[in-house]
C-alpha cells in the first residue's frame, strides 16, 4: 500500500472517529426535539371525523347561478293616521310598508270600519313566515328532475310560485267570486287587503297584487306593483331576474308585457308610449294608487268632497299620471251638479 493510500485511510478513519464522539446528551435533545415536533404536528393537522360513515349523496347536485340570500325582514309603523301619512314628502313614502299604505286608506270607507291595522299587520308577518317555512322546505324542488322544468329551473320563479300558493292555500287568499263578472268599487273590502286577512270577502286584482307584493317584501323578495289599463299585477325584478306575475286568479301566470298592450283593454300608441303603464311603481305611486282606489270607493257612494281630497293627494304623489286630474275633475263636477250642489255654490265653468 503506498504512503498516500494509508494517509486517506488514516483520515477517513480520524473522521468517524470524531462522529462518534458526538456527547450522548446532544443526541437524545436531538432525538427528544423530533419527537416533540411529530407530537404537535399530528395534533394541528390532524382531526377525527365525527361522522362514522361517508355522507353519500344520491344523485349530483348541478351548479346553480348565484341567488341572492332572502331574509326576513320587519317594517314598523310610520303613520298613525291617512291624514299623517298624506303630509309625508314623496322620498319619505319609501320608508313605509306597503301594507301600511294600503290600510291606512280604507279609514272611514264602506267594509272599512273597526279595521285593527296592527293586528292586520301582524297577520301579514306570520305568513310572510309560514311562506318562508314552505318554501325553504321545498327548496329541492327545483333541482328535482321531477320538479325542476315546471319552475323553468329558476329559484326565483319557484319562490314566487311558493309565494302565490302557500298564500291562497294555507292562508285563503282569494278572488271574491262575486266581482268577477260584477265590478263593484262601493265596498273596500274588495279593493283593500283587509278583506283577505281573516275575512272570507276576498279580494280583487286590485287588492291581491298589494299583498302578495306586501308578504313578498317582508321575505326579501324584489316586487313591484306595475298597472297597465284597468288592471293591477305584480313583477319580480333583481336586475338580472325580470318576469311579470299575474296571481289574481288560482294559481300563477306569467306573461310578456306586450300581453297587456291588449288585456284587460288596449292601450294606445300614446299610452305605450306615456310612461305611465306597465312601469314599476315606486313607493309614492303605489301610495298614489291606493288613495284613486279610495277615491273610486268615494265617489261610487256619492261622497264627492272626500272622493275629490284623495284624486288631489294621488296627484301630489305621482303628479305625471294622466288619469288622476281626470278623476278629479270628474268628482268636481259631480259635486256641482243641482243635486248635489242646490246652492250653487260651485264657480260656473
Not at 338580472?240 to 288596449?266: A, C, L, M, V
Request: a positive charge; glycine letters at 6%; charged letters at 20%.
Amino acid at each position: 500500500m503506498s504512503q498516500k493510500h494509508q494517509n486517506r485511510k488514516n483520515k477517513t478513519v480520524n473522521l468517524s472517529s470524531k462522529r462518534r464522539r458526538i456527547p450522548i446528551f446532544v443526541s437524545t435533545f436531538i432525538l427528544l426535539l423530533i419527537g416533540i415536533i411529530a407530537i404537535v404536528g399530528l395534533f394541528l393537522f390532524y382531526r377525527p371525523s365525527k361522522i362514522a360513515e361517508p355522507v353519500v349523496l344520491k344523485q349530483p347536485i348541478p351548479q346553480q347561478k348565484f341567488v341572492p340570500h332572502y331574509a326576513l325582514k320587519n317594517f314598523s309603523r310610520q303613520a298613525q293616521s291617512l291624514q299623517e301619512l298624506t303630509g309625508f314628502s314623496v322620498a319619505k313614502m319609501s320608508e313605509v310598508d306597503i301594507a301600511e299604505m294600503n290600510l291606512l286608506c280604507i279609514q272611514n270607507l264602506p267594509g272599512g270600519y273597526g279595521i285593527d291595522i296592527n293586528r292586520c299587520l301582524a297577520r301579514l308577518d306570520e305568513w310572510a313566515k309560514r311562506v318562508q317555512f314552505e318554501t325553504e322546505r321545498h327548496l329541492y324542488r327545483v333541482t328535482d328532475p321531477r320538479f325542476a322544468e315546471h319552475y323553468h329551473h329558476s329559484e326565483t320563479y319557484y319562490r314566487a310560485e311558493m309565494l302565490l300558493q302557500v298564500l291562497q292555500e294555507d292562508c285563503g287568499v282569494k278572488y271574491n267570486p262575486e266581482r268577477i263578472f260584477n265590478v263593484d268599487f262601493t265596498n273596500s273590502k274588495d279593493l283593500f287587503i283587509h278583506g283577505m286577512i281573516d275575512d272570507s270577502n276576498g279580494g280583487t286584482c286590485a287588492s291581491m297584487p298589494v299583498l302578495y307584493v306586501a308578504v313578498g317584501r317582508r321575505l326579501g323578495y324584489p316586487l313591484y306593483l306595475v298597472q297597465t289599463k284597468g288592471h293591477l299585477f305584480m313583477r319580480w325584478d333583481d336586475g338580472k331576474n325580470r318576469f311579470n306575475i299575474e296571481g289574481s286568479g288560482n294559481g300563477i301566470s306569467s306573461f310578456p308585457d306586450e300581453y297587456y298592450y291588449t288585456w284587460p283593454f288596449q292601450l294606445t300608441e300614446y299610452e305605450k308610449q306615456s310612461g305611465q303603464f306597465l312601469v314599476s311603481l315606486t313607493p309614492a305611486q303605489e301610495f298614489a294608487a291606493f288613495l284613486a282606489t279610495r277615491g273610486h270607493c268615494l265617489y261610487d257612494t256619492k261622497n264627492y268632497n272626500f272622493a275629490g281630497a284623495a284624486f288631489s293627494y294621488a296627484m301630489k304623489f305621482d303628479p305625471f299620471n294622466l288619469l288622476y286630474p281626470k278623476w278629479f275633475q270628474l268628482t268636481s263636477r259631480a259635486m256641482c251638479t243641482p243635486e248635489n250642489n242646490p246652492q250653487n255654490l260651485c264657480p260656473n265653468e
